[in-house]
């Protein structure tokens, strides 16, 4: 498989396909067995959290993430309070992760990359955590100018999402990559593997 520069592809399959398994190995989360992946550029994975220490506290977890995206202390200074905005985390800042529900540590993890800027961005079911507030925010800047120029690869079990933002889609089933290339056709193997 091959993902160009700036281009958003969907990863489809059902439950258990070995979706969010190939998007770690993308991100260097899990290591490969055999093969070999190329990736130039930042990652950044956003799945409820994967990458940050729930043993931190929510600052603390935005100065790793921000250092591992390649920035520089006086880099993460100047972004920190619209992180934490973003978030809407203030009042937990100094509260370690593993209190935060699993929407509070999407929503840390959204906002340290978009404000931390990554290249290349792994969102996996990312439109189905937190509230609707939340969900709301993360449309409005996944549609904004900010996704522009970024390579992403989105997880998602909404064909509504897949077929809106996805210019090719990828289908996944009992863990192999069956096919890649036109969205509708990855939609149709899809719908016609859950029937």
């Not at 996996?124 to 390579?151: L, N, P, R």
Request: with cysteine; glycine share 10%.
């Amino acid at each position: 498989m091959e993902i160009f520069k700036g281009e958003c592809i969907g990863l489809l399959g059902r439950n258990g396909s070995g979706k969010s398994t190939l998007v770690k190995v993308l991100a260097g989360v899990y290591p490969t067995d055999s093969g070999y992946i190329n990736i130039e550029g930042t990652t950044m994975l956003m799945n409820l959290g994967v990458g940050m220490s729930h043993e931190l506290t929510a600052r603390e977890n935005i100065y790793v993430s921000g250092s591992v995206l390649g920035l520089k202390i006086k880099e993460i200074d100047a972004i920190f309070d619209e992180i934490v905005d973003f978030a809407e985390l203030r009042e937990f800042i100094d509260t370690k992760i593993k209190f935060f529900s699993s929407g509070m540590v999407a929503r840390l993890g959204f906002s340290i990359a978009v404000k931390a800027g990554a290249d290349i961005m792994f969102l996996d079911e990312i439109f189905a955590v937190g509230d609707v507030k939340f969900q709301e925010k993360a449309i409005k800047v996944f549609e904004s100018s900010w996704i522009e120029g970024k390579t992403v690869i989105l997880v998602s079990h909404s064909m509504e999402v897949i077929r809106k933002y996805c210019s090719r889609a990828a289908f996944m089933k009992n863990g192999e990559l069956v096919f890649v290339g036109d969205t509708e056709k990855a939609i149709d193997l899809y719908m016609e593997d859950n029937h």
